[in-house]
């Protein structure tokens, strides 16, 4: 089945996802609008992460992340189609809130997202907690 070493990073990554999901939430109550997208990304992003540390898969860019999260985990019909919604828009408003000047991002892009994020979160946990 799965190593020590594989499962012991996938709980890891999943408790970071976590850590990520609850700073989102408690920024996008501090009005922190730019914060709570990067930090709602990265709670999806380190969801996936975790779902990859037992196929003992890793990449070194999001897009990289991206893909092989909707090459094996979406197109086999393990997920829906809308997890892959979620992580493409989250990355789109995240790098857009972090890179672009001049972006400003609205209460509802940041609550719809944060809001995403919890459900992509519950999602991949209920998925992991049959596997390991």
Excluded: P, W
């Excluded at 922190?32 to 990067?38: K, S």
């Excluded at 969801?47 to 990289?64: E, I, T």
């Excluded at 992340?65 to 197109?75: G, T």
């Amino acid at each position: 089945m799965y190593t020590n070493e594989q499962i012991a990073l996938c709980r890891y990554r999943l408790e970071k996802a976590a850590e990520f999901l609850a700073d989102a939430e408690k920024t996008l109550e501090l009005e922190m609008y730019d914060t709570a997208a990067n930090r709602s990304y990265y709670a999806i992003f380190h969801a996936v992460r975790a779902l990859f540390a037992l196929d003992g898969k890793d990449f070194k860019k999001h897009s990289g992340v991206i893909a092989y999260f909707q090459m094996d985990y979406i197109k086999t019909g393990i997920f829906d189609k809308r997890m892959s919604d979620i992580i493409k828009s989250a990355f789109s408003l995240r790098t857009d809130s972090d890179y672009e000047d001049f972006f400003i991002i609205s209460h509802e892009e940041v609550r719809k997202q944060v809001a995403e994020a919890a459900e992509f979160y519950k999602t991949v946990s209920e998925y992991l907690k049959t596997k390991i």
